[in-house]
């Protein structure tokens, strides 16, 4: 089992840059492949990007790809979503979730954290 806090969240510009931090508790985070959803008010949650478990392979939402940068590093049980060139669309609760396997769906991750919001102003 694994416990996710989300930070790093906040109001941003248009263009500017954010980066969100995911930290693990337990020593099983280095187990699980992690990834980034995103939820906008009355739409549903959304993948964003995945990391395998030691960091090789990553896969990216087109909405995304060139933008945002996933990375982790297991020795903080940590993993990060680095945001650059943001837009107003971006805009969302952000959530980190821990799952077996790389994956882009809701249902292949197991554990999530709470969340942190990213507004995006024009």
Known sequence: ?????????G?????GSLRLSCAGSGRTFRFYA???????????????ATITQTGGSTTYA????????ISR???ENTVYLQMN???PEDTAVYYCAAGPLLNTVVAGFKYWGQGTQVTVSS
């Open 1 to 9: 089992q694994v416990q996710l806090v989300e930070s790093g969240g």
């Open 73 to 75: 590093d297991n020795a």
């Open 85 to 87: 060139n943001l837009k």
């Open 34 to 48: 992690m990834a980034w959803f995103r939820q906008a008010p009355g739409k549903e949650r959304e993948f964003v």
């Open 11 to 15: 109001l941003m510009q248009a263009g």
């Open 62 to 69: 087109d909405s995304v790809k060139g933008r945002f940068t």
